[in-house]
């Protein structure tokens, strides 16, 4: 991953292409995007972000998925074809025992 110091970078002004307007795109989000190696910048404003978000929700319906360790609902963005599925948290948690149980029993412990 490339380091980026953000006292090299300096806020952008950028024009968005839905509403013309004028938008800074700050030292840190730069900071962000190059490290993360993305090519294409950002075109929108954050308003017209959000409302463009929303237009794509409107086309791509979500769906309901229920976790099935604490059975609290999560939305998804795609259809799912099994009920086996666990939110962010249980999932987080899953992971922690699993590799308490790997370390207890003296393997490594995989990096994800
Ligand atoms: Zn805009
Ligand atoms: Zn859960």
């Not at 099935?68 to 939305?75: L, M, P, S, T």
């Not at 249980?90 to 590799?99: A, D, G, S, V």
Request: aromatic share 8%; with cysteine; charged share 35%.
């Amino acid at each position: 991953m490339t380091k980026v110091n953000i006292e090299d970078l300096e806020d952008k002004s950028l024009i968005c292409v839905d509403c013309g307007n004028k938008f800074i795109w700050t030292a840190g989000e730069q900071k962000f995007f190059i490290e993360k190696g993305l090519k294409n910048l950002p075109k929108r404003c954050k308003i017209c972000t959000a409302k463009n978000r929303d237009k794509l929700r409107e086309k791509h319906p979500m769906w309901w998925a229920k976790c099935r360790i604490c059975k609290k609902k999560n939305e998804v963005p795609f259809e799912l074809t099994t009920d086996d599925i666990l939110c962010e948290e249980c999932y987080k948690k899953e992971l922690i025992k699993r590799n308490n149980a790997l370390i207890a029993a003296g393997e490594t412990v995989p990096e994800n």
